[in-house]
């Protein structure tokens, strides 16, 4: 394969990542977690799958990060997941640690290689890892709107009983429980929500939308959503490794964009092989942009926590 892609982080996230990339073919794998055997079992388990998916890639299991070396991007999913009652944000000191590590080794390894950042409290962790590897911000992203996203389609889709292809919608902000969901930049094959349905109803989707990690986990009890976050950080791998320049909604590092500095937030991004090619300022009124900088200050409050 031409492309290679490290995904740190053999769980759930990681793995199932792992198997989208390996499955379609696009690029080869190295797997990588602290637990010895996990990542080399669960890369021969998907080595073995190759055959029957008739894939050509190749996938490697390790602990060590040499095998890593040269790739084109890799993606942190490595740390603790959320257990029911805990907050992403009592995540932070330990997972800062994790990533702090995980980012030194890697990028050292692979200078040339974009990083994305799945780990939560995910924009604070972005900016950890923008620091820590001394990367141009350009190729340090983090992964959170698209998947806020995907679960606001999936909401108003069922709502109004179309499928969810022809509903796009856009959250912006922190990937926390103060996102900002967007209905007047959410459509239905190309209508407006609010010409589609209640601002009560609209009400209730955003509501469901935020608590939407929160949902998953008091479902599962133990662990927290994967299939939708692997996904939706398949869709920036795509992205990349295909110089797709799609639209996505991506945590971003902010120069003076929406009025905020220096701070990683979820907004549009143009995402090619080069990382963020663009951001792409959208005209918020009064009360969203009154979001948008409530979402924004939580964030800096954990930037602040960790001194970064
Ligand atoms: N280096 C490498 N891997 C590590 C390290 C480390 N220092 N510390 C932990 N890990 C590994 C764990 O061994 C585990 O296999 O990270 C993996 C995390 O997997 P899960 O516990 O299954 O968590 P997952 O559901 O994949 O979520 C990972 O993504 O969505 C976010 O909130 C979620 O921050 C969490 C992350």
Request: proline share 4%.
């Amino acid at each position: 394969m031409e492309k290679k892609v490290t995904v740190v982080g053999a769980g759930n996230v990681g793995a199932s990542l792992a198997q989208m990339i390996v499955q379609d073919g696009i690029a080869d794998v190295v797997l990588c977690d602290i637990v010895e055997g996990v990542p080399q079992g669960k890369a021969l388990d998907m080595s073995e799958a190759c055959p029957l998916w008739g894939s050509a890639s190749s996938i490697t299991g390790a602990n060590d990060y040499s095998y890593t070396a040269g790739s084109d991007i890799i993606v942190v999913t490595a740390g603790l997941a959320r257990k029911p009652g805990m907050s992403r944000d009592d995540l932070l000191f330990a997972n800062a640690k994790v990533i702090s590590a995980v980012v030194e080794s890697t990028s050292k390894l692979s200078p040339k290689a974009v990083i994305i950042v799945v780990t939560n409290p995910m924009d604070v962790m972005t900016q950890l890892s923008l620091k820590v590897s001394g990367f141009d911000s350009a190729r340090v992203l983090g992964m959170g709107g698209i998947l806020d996203s995907a679960r606001f389609r999936t909401f108003v889709a069922w709502e109004m009983g179309v499928s969810p292809q022809d509903v796009e919608a856009l959250v912006l902000g922190g990937h926390g429980d103060l996102m900002v969901p967007m209905p007047r930049f959410t459509t239905v094959k190309g209508v407006s929500l609010p010409a589609l349905i209640s601002q009560e109803r609209i009400d209730a989707l955003v509501k469901r939308t935020r608590n939407g990690g929160a949902e998953i986990v008091a479902l599962l009890k133990s662990g927290s959503a994967y299939y939708a976050p692997a996904a939706a950080a398949y869709q920036m791998v795509k992205s990349i490794i295909f110089n797709q320049n799609r639209m996505l909604p991506c945590a971003a590092y902010l120069k003076g964009e929406y009025g905020e500095r220096d701070v990683y937030a979820g907004v549009p991004v143009v995402l090619g092989s080069c990382g963020v090619g663009k951001i792409i300022q959208l005209d918020l009124n009064e009360q969203e942009k009154k979001e948008f900088d409530k979402s924004i200050e939580a964030v800096r409050s954990l930037v602040e926590k960790l001194k970064l």
